[in-house]
């Protein structure tokens, strides 16, 4: 983060827009929204120096809940967008904001890539188990039994796809998990991934109010991680297997090369024109 | 109709050997030469399927005028050996009158290239390579056909220097003691072909179109590229990734195509002038990301170096069959530029222009180029400063939103349609870019009025623009004409002018904006013409219906379409044109 970007005097509120959100009531996305502006007042951001990016999704609604720049993009392509966003626009802070459909199912391939590519990038996964906004069908991280979708009536019959650990194996350089229903763990855990140099990923259990009801049982079964952070990717791979998927906090953050082109002009189009003169 | 290797004077050989016989280099190298000596220069290449080392095949023509596509026919053919080279045979039209230059040890000539009637001589390459230390049967053949072509050994000498600089003093020595014994023993070998070039006042360019693409982008102002390889679009890529550096901008190779395309979508989201270039697959997988384009507003230019289609199709050879994805692709009414590259040195205009219509216009442009163009590498004349104001002047600039402005709203309808651009860490100007309609301000709009305003705006702003005299050129005064686009355009200005040379009076047309169409210049510059012919490279004659759709072509136009990968001839369109005119009276 750039110091001389830092602005002194707002607070969460002033990252509001003033669009109305579109979710149902009781949805954990709001918690989402409000974590980010927490976490942007509590870095002292300047609002237009902050790009909020996303896909398609209720949770890509996100970005234009956000007083900030913002790009609501096509479904699955939010890190591509954003990754070419901070490619040419280093000095802006990037988030990247949408739902497990959106990437890990249509933009699965571009979640390994972020990964190991280790841009300076934010990426929130409010992971619900379902595909909201397309009203109820199973997601990736669903669970092989749940029957309630017309597409699947007998269940997905697939194990979940383990977004930590994929996010492990692809190479993020941060990987941490928050709860909706926990918004104080959320902002503070948001501040740490903003603040990490390099691609920190943040898993969001986001219960969808309308498709899965039962997520309302989540705030029982969520509980902090009974380890520190760790370095190493074996312990935090040992870690992340053993796992219940409940389990809150930032669970391994490492320093890795980050991926920035940073070039200076040294040459014009008219130099490089002479390579061609006979 | 007599079939035709030049214009006036030059000539038009062809080099071929299996993998590791050095064909394509000597054939560098003689265009490079050609060049020094005065000429223009077209240099094509032919491989195998091989994904390397297969045999190949270097096809040059030259003379003292541009040099625009392949003749009828080839003069020379300079058979370095002869493995699987029956395969480009019918790329290789010889006749009775050209010569096959080989050597009785690189074995026994295919059958198929003895049944042209063709000569033969054979040369003593390999006893003189043999002579040599490190001695290469290449460079000893390209020494004796540069003197009998009756280039000057420093021009000869000179294009080796340049295309084999790269490769170490000891490699460049021994070349050079080959190429000058080849060219010694020529002397007592008879030239066949007449020699007459004139030193150009201002030094030539050696460049293919793949390169001219990717120059152009930086002309108009491209730092920033996303991509994903593929042939025949990496040379464009390959040129860009370390100049786009030196320039202070970036090349970042993507997952894929659809990561490439919206990859630069948010680069110029943050205001750096974007391109990404691919080919008809990765053009597919791109046409979601370009409606995005469209209806966020966001300029992004792509070039697609179109080759043989539908799926892989034939990926090393070329075709002009990606104008209705280009034109169509895209879901819902999505207006949007299409451009074609009508050379290799118009690739560097047309790209530079596709990037200021893009960047001025705040939306997609698709520039089609195809194999032919891409991989092929030419001697021309060097370009103006600019493409029609490109990169220059302010109406092909991307118009900025400033502080100061009193309405920020970034769809805000205006009277041409295109509205400031807020760039992120602009206080002022904050907002979301979006892929769903939406109202002036930017946020989410399904009423129906939003939607029929910003469709408005999105088609306004491309109907209204006035593109100028760059939508065509135009070559030529007849009755009848010949109507093409893109990499047709070569042949056909050929065909037009031999075919006025010999008594009938044909205009040429090639369109480089497809889309918008410019209907009225377009009816204009057919006129009243008694023919009127539409040429390209397609099964499907894709230009011809989509010009009889905007109403913009006379009821008795007709269309010679035919697919690749063969390259379209200037003799063929000649017969054509006159077949359809004799069609048309009787
Ligand atoms: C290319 C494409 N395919 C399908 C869709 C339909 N679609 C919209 S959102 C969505 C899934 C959203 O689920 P998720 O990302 O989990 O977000 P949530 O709505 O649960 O927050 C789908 C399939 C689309 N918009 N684009
Ligand atoms: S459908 Fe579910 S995810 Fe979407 S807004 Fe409603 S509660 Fe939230």
Not at chain 2, 63 to 70: A, D, L, S, T
Not at chain 2, 97 to 106: P, R
Not at chain 2, 273 to 279: E, H, M, W
Not at chain 2, 529 to 550: M, P, R
Request: include cysteine.
């Amino acid at each position: 983060m750039d110091v001389a970007v830092i602005t002194p005097t707002l607070r969460a509120k002033d990252y509001k827009s003033e669009v109305a959100p579109v979710w149902c009531p009781g949805c954990g996305h709001f918690a989402v929204l409000s974590a980010v502006t927490k976490a942007l007042a509590h870095l002292k951001l300047a609002k237009e120096r902050v790009a909020m990016i996303s896909g398609i999704g209720c949770s890509s609604r996100l970005p234009a809940y956000v007083d900030a720049y913002g790009f609501h993009g096509i479904h699955g392509r939010a890190l591509p967008l954003a990754s070419g966003l901070k490619a040419a626009r280093p000095d802006l802070t990037v988030i990247v904001a949408g739902g497990d459909g959106d990437g890990f199912s249509i933009g699965g391939n571009h979640f390994l890539h972020a990964c190991r590519r280790n841009m300076d990038l934010t990426y929130i996964v409010m992971d619900n188990e379902v595909y909201g906004m397309t009203k109820g069908q199973a997601s990736p991280t669903t669970q092989p039994d749940w029957a309630k979708s017309k597409l699947t009536p007998h269940g997905t019959g697939m194990r979940p796809f383990l977004p930590t650990a994929i996010a492990l194996a692809a190479g993020a350089s941060f990987i941490a998990r928050g709860f909706a229903g926990d918004p104080n763990g959320l902002t503070k855990l948001l501040v740490e991934a903003i603040e990490h140099p390099g691609f920190a990923f943040l898993q969001v259990l986001s219960p969808c109010q309308t498709f899965r009801p039962e997520q309302k049982e989540w705030k029982h079964l969520v509980h902090p991680a009974d380890t520190a952070p760790t370095d190493d990717p074996v312990e935090a791979a040992r870690f992340i297997q053993a796992d219940d998927g409940m389990a809150l906090g930032l669970f391994y953050v490492r320093r890795l090369p980050v991926w920035q082109p940073q070039n200076q002009p040294t040459a014009t189009p008219a130099d490089l024109e002479r390579e061609f003169v006979l | 109709m007599t079939e035709r290797s030049t214009l006036d004077g030059g000539a038009a050989l062809a080099i071929t050997g299996s993998g590791g016989s050095g064909a394509v280099t000597a054939g560098l190298i003689l265009l490079a030469a050609v060049g020094r000596a005065g000429y223009y220069g077209l240099l094509g290449r032919s491989a195998g399927p091989q994904i390397r080392g297969g045999e190949s095949a270097a096809m040059l023509r030259f003379g003292p005028r541009p040099i625009e596509c392949m003749g009828d026919r080839f003069d020379l053919l300079v058979g370095l050996d002869w493995e699987n080279v029956a395969r480009f045979a019918d790329e290789l039209p010889l006749d009775r009158n050209s010569l096959i230059l080989t050597d009785a040890q690189a074995g026994p000539i295919p059958e198929i290239l003895v049944r042209s009637g063709a000569q033969v001589r054979s040369l003593p390459w390999k006893a003189l390579a043999d002579g040599q230390t490190e001695g290469r049967v290449n460079m000893v053949a390209l020494g004796m056909v540069g003197a009998m072509l009756g280039l000057p050994p420093d021009a000869l000498e000179a294009g080796a220097r340049a295309t084999l600089g790269g490769k170490g003093g000891r490699v460049l020595a021994h070349s050079l003691e080959c190429i000058r014994s080849g060219y010694a023993a020529a002397d007592a070998q008879s030239s066949s072909v007449p020699s007459s070039a004139l030193a150009p006042a201002v030094a030539r360019w050696n460049i293919s179109g793949n390169e001219a693409a990717g120059l152009g982008g930086v002309r108009g102002g491209v730092r920033f590229v996303a991509a994903y390889p593929i042939t025949p679009a990496s040379e464009v890529l390959e040129w860009l990734a370390p100049r786009l550096e030196l320039l202070g901008g970036s090349l970042l190779q993507a997952e894929d195509e659809l990561a490439s395309i919206n990859m630069i979508i948010g680069s110029s989201f943050g205001g750096v002038p974007s391109l990404t270039a691919t080919s008809g697959p990765g053009l597919s997988l791109m046409v979601e990301g370009l409606g995005l384009a469209v209806a966020s507003e966001t300029p992004v230019v792509v070039v697609n170096v179109q080759r043989g289609g539908p799926s892989t199709g034939i990926p090393t050879k070329s075709e002009q069959s990606d104008l209705n994805i280009a034109l169509y692709g895209l879901h819902g009414d999505a207006p949007h530029l299409v451009l074609a590259a009508l050379g290799i040195r118009d690739c560097i205009d047309t790209v530079a222009w596709a990037v200021g219509l893009a960047e001025h216009l705040q939306t997609v442009a698709i520039v089609l180029s195809d194999q032919i163009l891409g991989q092929s590498r030419a001697i021309v004349d060097p370009p103006g400063d600019r493409a029609f104001g490109a990169g220059e002047t302010p109406h092909l600039q991307r118009l900025i939103a400033r502080d100061a402005d009193p309405d920020h709203r970034r769809y805000r309808p205006t009277p041409d349609g295109v509205s400031p651009m807020a760039l992120p860490g602009l206080a002022g100007g904050m907002y979301t870019g979006e892929g769903l309609e939406h109202g002036p301000g930017g946020a989410p709009s399904s009423r129906a009025i939003d939607h029929a305003e910003q469709l408005d705006k999105r088609l306004r702003k491309l109907t209204g623009f006035d593109y100028g005299p760059g939508w065509a050129e135009i070559r030529g005064e007849g009755d009848h004409v010949l109507l093409t686009w893109g990499s047709a355009a070569g042949p056909v200005f050929e065909a037009a002018e031999r075919l006025r040379d010999s008594g009938t009076p044909t205009r040429a047309i090639a369109l480089r904006l497809l889309a918008p169409l410019q209907r009225e210049a377009l009816l204009e510059a057919i006129g009243s013409a008694g023919s009127i012919l539409v040429v390209e490279q397609n099964q499907t004659a894709q230009c011809f219906a989509y010009l009889h759709s905007q109403q913009a072509l006379p009821a008795h136009a007709r269309s010679y379409a035919r697919p690749g990968p063969l390259p379209l001839r200037p003799g063929e369109i000649m017969r054509a044109l006159t077949e359809s005119a004799e069609r048309e009276e009787t």
